[in-house]
């Protein structure tokens, strides 16, 4: 399994990105499929999840200006970021969680793409 993920950039503060990762694999059994962040000296923390059945989860940071959504073939996932604010400034990594075939579940993540906000 392999995800790439791309479009992140430099953006004005109040402005907009929409990040895309495309996941590679066959057959995948898939749980969720998530961004997460990580800026400077901070840790990893998950900005939105969406499960194979649609339901979505956002941090509180991020409620009403974030929305994640996936493809019907479930091979993307995107994260459109509207009104930006330098504190989303981090590198963004999509992952996945799918189900094995004996059940376990195991998670895999793209490379991360950069978003810059500026003030």
């Known amino acids: 399994v392999q995800l790439q993920a791309s479009g992140g950039g430099l953006v004005q503060a109040g402005g907009s990105l929409r990040l895309s990762c495309t996941v590679s694999?066959?057959?995948?059994?898939?749980?969720?499929m998530a961004w997460y962040r990580q800026a400077p000296e901070k840790q990893r923390e998950l900005v939105a999840s969406i499960t194979s059945g649609g339901t979505t989860n956002y941090a509180e940071s991020v409620k009403g200006r974030f929305t994640i959504s996936g493809n019907n073939a479930n091979d993307m996932v995107y994260l459109q970021m509207n009104s930006l604010k330098p504190d989303d400034t981090a590198v963004y990594y999509c992952n996945i969680e799918r189900f094995l075939w004996n059940g376990m579940v195991v998670a895999s993540w793209g490379q991360g793409t950069l978003v810059t906000v500026s003030s």
């Open positions: 694999g066959r057959n995948l059994n898939l749980k969720t």
